[in-house]
C-alpha cells in the first residue's frame, strides 16, 4: 500500500486519502499555482497508527524517501546547520474540522541550524530566533502536551521586560534568551531536552498530528457535526516560506466572495511580516485584503488573478490561505469555503445566473436546514445580552413577551393584546389554549419530543424546553438566585436555547414573508425563489402538511404543502368541547351517550368544512380520535384529594365521586400502550362513527357548493388487519349512505405505526386504500422508547455514549424503523400495487429522513406548516 503522495501526484478527488487540504495542495500544484513542495501522508496511514499505535510498515520508509525527494527539490537538507530546509507538519481530515487538530511550524530547526537560517535570511537573527522559539512553542504544546499558557506568559513577560506590548519590539537577543526560558520550560514538563535531531522532529509532530484525531475536542465536533469517527487524518509535510522576513513579506486569508452575504468581490485580512497563526491568535490587527495593493502591487495582482482561476475551477466560493516571502506569493491552502446560509442560497443562484453551475448543482449546495435557519425571526444580538439561562432549542425562533405562568393568564393577556411567552414545568394538552395565545414557550422539563416541542414546532411557534435550571411556582420562576414573576419580560431564542430577562430586539424572516405570498425585493429571495423553483420541478415526493384547521392548512398551502397528510382529530375535542367528550365517557346509558355524540356531531363536521374549504382538491387525511380517554377527564390525584377533603367536611358531591370512579376505572399504566385509537372505537360504540358522518357530511355540503373535497380517513394504531376491517366496514356503511349522489369519493386507510402492523402489512394492504407511516409511535414502539420521557431522562447519555449521533424521534433510524418500513411498503404494495404511501410522523419534514423516504419510494411526506419549505427542497435534493 502507498502511504505517501507527492503534491504532484494527487487531485483534488483524492479527499478520502489525502484530506482535504492535502487534496487540494495536490490540484493546485497541478494548476501550476505557486504551492510550495512537500507532501502528504495518507488517512490510512493514521487509521493504522491509531489502531496499532505505530506507524506501519513500509511507512518510514516511504517519508524517507519522498523527504530525500524534497530535499533535492528544495537543493537543501532538512535542518541542515549551514542552509537547512524547514517544514510544516499540518492535519487535513477529508471533512474540514476547522481548529480541531493539530500543526507544528518550522520543522527542522535546531540549536545548530538556527544560524543556518539567519544566513538563508541574509544575517536575520531576529526571524531565525523567533522561529525557533515558535518551534519549541508549537512543538511542546501540540506534540508534548506542555501547558501553553507557560509559554505565552514568558513571552509576555518578555516584552513587559523591554516595556512594550509588540512582540515586533523584541530583538535577537531578546528571542534567543526567551528560547533558553522555552527550552527549560519545555525540559521541566518533558523531562527531557527539545530534541535536537531534525528526523525525529518531523517524526514526533506527524504522530502528534495522527493523535490528535482523537483529540477531545476533535472527538466532540465530529459527534456534532455526524463525521464517522474512524476516517483517520492525513498529515501535510510542506516546505516552509516565511511571511516573518520584514515588511516585504506576510500572511493572509482570502474568499472569493464574501462568506456572509454572497456578494462578489475581494474579501480578506492581509497581517504583514507574520506567520500564519499569528493572524488566527490575534497578536495584531490585521489590514483588509484591498490594502495589499498599496503595500507589493506585484503579488496582490497575482493573489486576483489566481483566486479567480481557483473560483473558476472549483466553480464555487473558495477560500484561501497564502503567505508573502520577500515578494513572493505562495498558495498555502485553498477550499470550497464555508459560509452562512444566506450565501449559500445567494452564492448558488449567481453562479446558475453566470452560467457556471446547472440548477441541479444549486439545488444539491443548499440544504433544507439552511432554509429552515432563514425561515425563522432573529433576534439582534448585537448588543450582546447575557443569557439568564439556557434549556434546549426546542422549536426555532426568537419570542419576546411578558411572563406567565398558566394557560389561561397567557390567553386573558393575549385577548388584551399582549406579547405573552407561556413558562411551565412541561406542557400538557390542557395548555393548548395558551400556547396558541404564546408568542413563545418555555418549559422547565423535556425535550425535544415533549408535548411542549413537538406542539410548538407544529405551530412554529418558539420554544425552549428542558431549562432545568427553572425553579417554578404558581406565579414565579427563579433561577440563579434572580426571582422573575408574572409580567417580566422574557426573550426566549429556540435555536440557541438561550433565555434572556427584558426584551432582545427581533428581525422578521424576509424568507416566510415571500413563502407567505408577499413582495419581497431581496437578493436572498430572488436565490430562494430560483432555487425553490426548481426542487418543485424536480421532486417524485409530493410534500402535504399535518394541520388541524383551516388557518394552518391554508398557511401550509400557502408554503406548498398539496393536502393534508394528517389531521388529528383529538386536537378538536379540548377547550369548552371537552365537556362533551367527558360526558361520552361518563355516560351510563346508550341514550346519555348518543345524546353527547350528537351534541358533538355539528362541531366536528364545521371542523371538517374548514379544512377541506382550505383544502379544496387537495386530497386531507383525517385521523380517528387516537389518544387514551382520560386525557380528557382531570387528573386522578387532583380529583382524589378534593373527594377526600370534601369527605372529611361532610360535604360529599356524588358527581365528583362518580367521575372519581369512573378516572380510577380509566386509569392506565402505560397509556400510550393502552385504550387508544382503534382499539377506542372498537370499545365506545358510536364514537367513530359519528367522526366518520361528520368528515362525509362536511364533504357532501361542500360539494354542494361547488367545490371539490377528497377526504381521507385514517384509522390509528392498527396491528392487525381484523381491527381495520371492522372499523372499515361500519365506515363504508356511513359513507355510503352520507354520500350517495353526491359525487364525493372517501378513501379508507391506516397508520402504520405499531411493528406488527409494518410486518404484517401484506395483510393490512387488503383492507386500505393508503398508509400513512407514523414514525412517532413506530420509534417509539420500535425502540421501545416512551417518546414523552426518554429525551430527558437518558439519551443525553446515549448521544454522549455514542450509541446514536441524533435522536431517532428526530432523525429516522434507517436501520432498524428504516426497516419496517421498508418492509411495509415492499409487502403492502406487492398485495396492492396502487396503495398510496405517505409518512406524518415528525420525521417527515427532517432533511435526512426525508432522504430516506424518497429512496423507499413513498408517495409524500406530511409536516408541519413549518416545515413544508424545507420538506420541498430536501424532496427535490433527493431527486437530483
Ligand atoms: C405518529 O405516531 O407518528 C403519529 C403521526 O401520530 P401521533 O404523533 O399523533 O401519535
Ligand atoms: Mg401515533
Known amino acids: 500500500e502507498k502511504y505517501v503522495y507527492d503534491f504532484s501526484e494527487g487531485h483534488k478527488d483524492l479527499k478520502e486519502l489525502l484530506g482535504g487540504k492535502g487534496a487540494n495542495l495536490a490540484e493546485m500544484t497541478r494548476l501550476g499555482l505557486p504551492v510550495p513542495a512537500g507532501f502528504t501522508v495518507t488517512t490510512r496511514a493514521c487509521q493504522?497508527?491509531?489502531?496499532?499505535?505505530?506507524?506501519?510498515?513500509?511507512?518510514?520508509?516511504?517519508?524517507?524517501?519522498?523527504?530525500?525527494?524534497?530535499?533535492?527539490?528544495?537543493?537543501?537538507?532538512?535542518?541542515?546547520?549551514?542552509?537547512?530546509?524547514?517544514?510544516?507538519?499540518?492535519?487535513?481530515?477529508?471533512?474540514?474540522?476547522?481548529?480541531?487538530?493539530?500543526?507544528?511550524?518550522?520543522?527542522?530547526?535546531?540549536?545548530?541550524?538556527?544560524?543556518?537560517?539567519?544566513?538563508?535570511?541574509?544575517?536575520?537573527?531576529?526571524?531565525?530566533?523567533?522561529?525557533?522559539?515558535?518551534?519549541?512553542?508549537?512543538?511542546?504544546?501540540?506534540?508534548?502536551?506542555?501547558?501553553?499558557?507557560?509559554?505565552?506568559?514568558?513571552?509576555?513577560?518578555?516584552?513587559?521586560?523591554?516595556?512594550?506590548?509588540?512582540?515586533?519590539?523584541?530583538?535577537?537577543?531578546?528571542?534567543?534568551?526567551?528560547?533558553?526560558?522555552?527550552?527549560?520550560?519545555?525540559?521541566?514538563?518533558?523531562?527531557?531536552?527539545?530534541p535536537q535531531d531534525p528526523r525525529e522532529q518531523l517524526r514526533l509532530a506527524m504522530e502528534a498530528?495522527?493523535?490528535?484525531?482523537?483529540?477531545?475536542?476533535?472527538?466532540?465536533?465530529?459527534?456534532?457535526?455526524?463525521?464517522?469517527?474512524?476516517?483517520?487524518?492525513?498529515?501535510?509535510?510542506?516546505?516552509?516560506?516565511?511571511?516573518?522576513?520584514?515588511?516585504?513579506?506576510?500572511?493572509?486569508?482570502?474568499?472569493?466572495?464574501?462568506?456572509?452575504?454572497?456578494?462578489?468581490?475581494?474579501?480578506?485580512?492581509?497581517?504583514?511580516?507574520?506567520?500564519?497563526?499569528?493572524?488566527?491568535?490575534?497578536?495584531?490587527?490585521?489590514?483588509?485584503?484591498?490594502?495589499?495593493?498599496?503595500?507589493?502591487?506585484?503579488?496582490?495582482?497575482?493573489?486576483?488573478?489566481?483566486?479567480?482561476?481557483?473560483?473558476?475551477?472549483?466553480?464555487?466560493?473558495?477560500?484561501?490561505?497564502?503567505?508573502?516571502?520577500?515578494?513572493?506569493?505562495?498558495?498555502?491552502?485553498?477550499?470550497v469555503g464555508k459560509r452562512t446560509a444566506a450565501a449559500a442560497f445567494r452564492i448558488a443562484a449567481q453562479l446558475v445566473n453566470e452560467g457556471v453551475i446547472t440548477l441541479d448543482e444549486a439545488l444539491r449546495r443548499v440544504s433544507g436546514a439552511q432554509l429552515a435557519q432563514l425561515m425563522f425571526p432573529r433576534f439582534d444580538l448585537s448588543d450582546e445580552p447575557a443569557a439568564l439561562t439556557k434549556g434546549i432549542g426546542a422549536s426555532p425562533g426568537?419570542?419576546?413577551?411578558?411572563?406567565?405562568?398558566?394557560?389561561?393568564?397567557?390567553?386573558?393577556?393575549?385577548?388584551?393584546?399582549?406579547?405573552?411567552?407561556?413558562?411551565?414545568?412541561?406542557?400538557?394538552?390542557?395548555?393548548?389554549?395558551?400556547?396558541?395565545?404564546?408568542?413563545?414557550?418555555?418549559?422547565?422539563?423535556?425535550?425535544?419530543?415533549?408535548?411542549?416541542?413537538?406542539?410548538?414546532?407544529?405551530?412554529?411557534?418558539?420554544?425552549?424546553?428542558?431549562a432545568d435550571e427553572l425553579e417554578i411556582a404558581r406565579d414565579r420562576f427563579t433561577v440563579d438566585g434572580q426571582t422573575v414573576a408574572e409580567g417580566d419580560v422574557l426573550s426566549i431564542d429556540g435555536t440557541t436555547g438561550r433565555v434572556y430577562l427584558g426584551a432582545v430586539p427581533v428581525q422578521p424572516s424576509e424568507v416566510v414573508q415571500y413563502f407567505e405570498g408577499d413582495e419581497v425585493d431581496s437578493t436572498l429571495v430572488e436565490a430562494v425563489d430560483t432555487i425553490m423553483r426548481h426542487a418543485d420541478a424536480t421532486r417524485r415526493l409530493a410534500v402535504r402538511t399535518n394541520a388541524d384547521t383551516g388557518e394552518d392548512a391554508a398557511r401550509a398551502r400557502r408554503f406548498g404543502a398539496e393536502g393534508i397528510g394528517l389531521c388529528r382529530t383529538e386536537h378538536m375535542f379540548l377547550g369548552d368541547r371537552k365537556e362533551l367528550v367527558e360526558r361520552l365517557i361518563l355516560s351510563s346509558?346508550?341514550?346519555?351517550?348518543?345524546?353527547?355524540?350528537?351534541?358533538?356531531?355539528?362541531?366536528?363536521?364545521?371542523?371538517?368544512?374548514?379544512?377541506?374549504?382550505?383544502?379544496?382538491?387537495?386530497?386531507?387525511?383525517?385521523?380517528?380520535?387516537?389518544?387514551?380517554?382520560?386525557?380528557?377527564?382531570?387528573?386522578?390525584?387532583?380529583?382524589?384529594v378534593n373527594v377526600a377533603v370534601a369527605r372529611e367536611r361532610g360535604e360529599e358531591n356524588a358527581e365528583e365521586a362518580q367521575l372519581l370512579d369512573a378516572v380510577r376505572r380509566m386509569h392506565e399504566q402505560n397509556p400510550m400502550l393502552g385504550l387508544r385509537g382503534v382499539r377506542l372505537g372498537l370499545v365506545i360504540p358510536g364514537l367513530f362513527a359519528m367522526?366518520?358522518?361528520?368528515?362525509?357530511?362536511?364533504?357532501?355540503?361542500?360539494?354542494?357548493?361547488?367545490?371539490?373535497?377528497?377526504?381521507?380517513?385514517?384509522?390509528?394504531?392498527?396491528?392487525?388487519?381484523?381491527?381495520?376491517?371492522?372499523?372499515r366496514q361500519e365506515c363504508e356503511q356511513i359513507v355510503a349512505e352520507v354520500v350517495a349522489g353526491s359525487g364525493v369519493e372517501v378513501l379508507i386507510g391506516?397508520?402504520?405505526?405499531?411493528?406488527?402492523?409494518?410486518?404484517?402489512?401484506?395483510?393490512?394492504?387488503?383492507?386500505?386504500?393508503?398508509?400513512?407511516?407514523?414514525?412517532?409511535?413506530?420509534?417509539?414502539?420500535?425502540?421501545?422508547?416512551?417518546?414523552?420521557?426518554?429525551?430527558?431522562a437518558f439519551f443525553w447519555r446515549y448521544l454522549e455514549l455514542g450509541i446514536f449521533g441524533i435522536s431517532p424521534f428526530e432523525s429516522i433510524d434507517r436501520d432498524?424503523?428504516?426497516?419496517?418500513?421498508?418492509?411495509?411498503?415492499?409487502?403492502?404494495?406487492?398485495?396492492?400495487?396502487?396503495?398510496?404511501?405517505?409518512?406524518?410522523?415528525?420525521?417527515?419534514?427532517?432533511p435526512e429522513s426525508v432522504h430516506f423516504f424518497h429512496e423507499v419510494g413513498l408517495d409524500y411526506v406530511s409536516c408541519s406548516p413549518f416545515r413544508v419549505p424545507v420538506a420541498r427542497l430536501e424532496a427535490g435534493r433527493a431527486a437530483v
Open 48 to 194: 493504522a497508527y491509531l489502531a496499532t499505535g505505530q506507524n506501519p510498515d513500509g511507512l518510514d520508509a516511504e517519508i524517507d524517501e519522498h523527504l530525500a525527494a524534497l530535499e533535492r527539490t528544495m537543493g537543501r537538507r532538512l535542518g541542515d546547520a549551514e542552509d537547512p530546509l524547514l517544514v510544516s507538519v499540518r492535519s487535513g481530515a477529508a471533512f474540514s474540522m476547522p481548529g480541531m487538530m493539530e500543526t507544528v511550524l518550522n520543522v527542522g530547526l535546531t540549536d545548530a541550524s538556527v544560524a543556518g537560517l539567519a544566513a538563508q535570511a541574509g544575517g536575520n537573527d531576529r526571524f531565525a530566533w523567533d522561529s525557533y522559539r515558535r518551534l519549541i512553542q508549537m512543538f511542546g504544546k501540540t506534540v508534548c502536551d506542555v501547558p501553553g499558557e507557560e509559554f505565552s506568559d514568558a513571552l509576555e513577560e518578555a516584552k513587559k521586560a523591554k516595556g512594550t506590548t509588540d512582540d515586533l519590539h523584541l530583538d535577537a537577543a531578546d528571542l534567543r534568551a526567551l528560547v533558553d526560558r522555552f527550552k527549560r520550560i519545555f525540559a521541566k514538563h518533558t523531562g527531557y531536552d527539545f
Open 209 to 335: 498530528v495522527f493523535r490528535s484525531w482523537n483529540a477531545e475536542r476533535a472527538v466532540l465536533y465530529r459527534r456534532q457535526e455526524r463525521i464517522p469517527a474512524d476516517l483517520g487524518t492525513a498529515v501535510n509535510v510542506c516546505s516552509m516560506v516565511f511571511g516573518n522576513l520584514g515588511a516585504d513579506s506576510g500572511t493572509g486569508v482570502a474568499f472569493t466572495r464574501d462568506p456572509a452575504s454572497g456578494a462578489q468581490g475581494i474579501y480578506g485580512d492581509y497581517l504583514s511580516n507574520a506567520q500564519g497563526e499569528d493572524v488566527v491568535a490575534g497578536i495584531r490587527n490585521t489590514v483588509p485584503l484591498e490594502d495589499l495593493q498599496r503595500l507589493d502591487a506585484k503579488s496582490y495582482e497575482e493573489l486576483l488573478a489566481i483566486m479567480a482561476k481557483l473560483e473558476g475551477h472549483y466553480r464555487d466560493l473558495c477560500d484561501i490561505e497564502f503567505t508573502i516571502e520577500r515578494g513572493k506569493l505562495w498558495m498555502l491552502q485553498t477550499r
Open 398 to 466: 426568537a419570542a419576546s413577551g411578558k411572563a406567565v405562568f398558566s394557560a389561561q393568564r397567557a390567553v386573558e393577556l393575549a385577548a388584551e393584546g399582549e406579547d405573552v411567552i407561556l413558562v411551565r414545568r412541561e406542557t400538557n394538552p390542557e395548555d393548548l389554549a395558551g400556547m396558541i395565545a404564546a408568542r413563545g414557550i418555555l418549559t422547565a422539563r423535556g425535550g425535544k419530543t415533549s408535548h411542549a416541542a413537538v406542539v410548538a414546532r407544529g405551530m412554529g411557534r418558539t420554544c425552549v424546553c428542558g
Open 589 to 640: 346509558t346508550e341514550s346519555a351517550r348518543n345524546d353527547a355524540l350528537a351534541a358533538l356531531l355539528p362541531l366536528q363536521r364545521a371542523d371538517f368544512v374548514d379544512l377541506f374549504r382550505a383544502m379544496d382538491g387537495l386530497p386531507v387525511t383525517v385521523r380517528l380520535i387516537d389518544p387514551p380517554l382520560h386525557e380528557f377527564l382531570p387528573s386522578l390525584e387532583e380529583l382524589a
Open 691 to 727: 367522526q366518520v358522518r361528520a368528515i362525509a357530511e362536511a364533504a357532501v355540503q361542500l360539494a354542494g357548493e361547488g367545490l371539490h373535497p377528497r377526504p381521507e380517513i385514517m384509522v390509528p394504531l392498527v396491528g392487525a388487519v381484523q381491527e381495520l376491517e371492522m372499523v
Open 750 to 792: 391506516t397508520m402504520i405505526e405499531v411493528p406488527r402492523a409494518a410486518l404484517t402489512a401484506g395483510q393490512i394492504a387488503e383492507a386500505a386504500d393508503f398508509f400513512s407511516f407514523g414514525t412517532n409511535d413506530l420509534t417509539q414502539m420500535g425502540w421501545g422508547f416512551s417518546r414523552d420521557d426518554v429525551e430527558g
Open 816 to 846: 432498524g424503523v428504516g426497516r419496517l418500513i421498508r418492509i411495509a411498503a415492499e409487502e403492502g404494495r406487492a398485495v396492492r400495487p396502487d396503495l398510496k404511501l405517505g409518512v406524518c410522523g415528525e420525521h417527515g419534514g427532517d
